[in-house]
C-alpha cells in the first residue's frame, strides 16, 4: 500500500529549541516536498527535493532546513522554532501528476 | 496573492443538492489537481486533468478543466453528508511538473 508516514503527529515546543520532523515513503519516487497549510492561506511549499542530495527552495523555505540522505526519508528540521512557525506542517511524494500526502504533523511553538 | 483562486470559500448545503466549486487562475497550467482533505488528515488525491477542455467524471463528482487550462470546476450531485470536506485545487505548470501550487480551498458542509 502506497504510504507516507510523518512523525510526529502531534508536537508542543518553545521558541529555539531545535526540532525535526520525520517523513518516510514507500513508493521509490524521486520528488518529495514539505508544505505548511495555515487558515485561508492553503498549502505553501517550504522545501523540495528531486532526489537524493538534491533540494531546492520552496515558496516560504525562512527557519526551515531540510536532507535528503536516503530516496524515501525526508525529514523537516527547525533549527530554531519561532511562534509564526506554529502550523499543519504536510509531507508529500510525487510522481507524475500525483501526490501522496501524509497525515500531517500540527506545531505549536510557544 | 495566489495563483489560483477557489471560490465559494465555504459552502453550507443540504443532503441531495448539487453544488460547484471553481479554482481558477490567468495562469496557463499544464495540469490541475483536485484534492478532498478530512480534519486531521493530509489531502487525498481525487483527479487530474492535462487537457483543455477535458471532463472526468468520478461517481457523483464531475471535474472539468477550461479549453484555455486556466480554470477548472467540481461539481458535484445530490450530495451527502460523506462529500464534507475541504476541496483543494492545485496546479503545475509544463515546466516543473512536480512543483504544485494550491488553491486556498472551498469549505463544504453537507447537512443531513
Known amino acids: 500500500e502506497a504510504q507516507v508516514t510523518q512523525n510526529p503527529r502531534y508536537l508542543i515546543t518553545v521558541t529555539g529549541k531545535k526540532l525535526t520532523v520525520t517523513c518516510s515513503q514507500n513508493m521509490n519516487h524521486e520528488y518529495m516536498s514539505w508544505y505548511r497549510q495555515d487558515p485561508g492561506l492553503g498549502l505553501r511549499q517550504i522545501y523540495y527535493s528531486m532526489n537524493v542530495e538534491v533540494t531546492d527552495k520552496g515558496d516560504v523555505p525562512e527557519g526551515y532546513k531540510v536532507s535528503r540522505k536516503e530516496k524515501r526519508n525526508f525529514p523537516l528540521i527547525l533549527e530554531s522554532p519561532s511562534p509564526n512557525q506554529t502550523s499543519l506542517y504536510f509531507c508529500a511524494s510525487e510522481g507524475p501528476y500525483e501526490q501522496y500526502f501524509g497525515p500531517g504533523t500540527r506545531l505549536t511553538v510557544t | 496573492t495566489q495563483l489560483l483562486e477557489q471560490s465559494p470559500q465555504f459552502l453550507s448545503i443540504q443532503e441531495g443538492e448539487n453544488l460547484t466549486v471553481y479554482c481558477n487562475s490567468s495562469?496557463?497550467?499544464?495540469?490541475l489537481q483536485w484534492y478532498r482533505q478530512e480534519p486531521g488528515e493530509g489531502p487525498v488525491l481525487l483527479v487530474t486533468?492535462?487537457?483543455?477542455?477535458e471532463v472526468k467524471k468520478l461517481k457523483r463528482l464531475t471535474f472539468q478543466f477550461g479549453d484555455a487550462r486556466k480554470d477548472s470546476s467540481l461539481h458535484i450531485t445530490a450530495a451527502q453528508p460523506g462529500d464534507t470536506g475541504l476541496y483543494l485545487c492545485?496546479?503545475?505548470?509544463?515546466?516543473?511538473?512536480?512543483?504544485?501550487?494550491f488553491g486556498s480551498g472551498t469549505k463544504l458542509n453537507v447537512k443531513p
Open positions: 486533468v492535462v487537457t483543455g477542455g
Open positions: 492545485a496546479g503545475a505548470f509544463e515546466y516543473n511538473f512536480n512543483k504544485f501550487y
Open positions: 495562469s496557463v497550467f499544464s495540469s
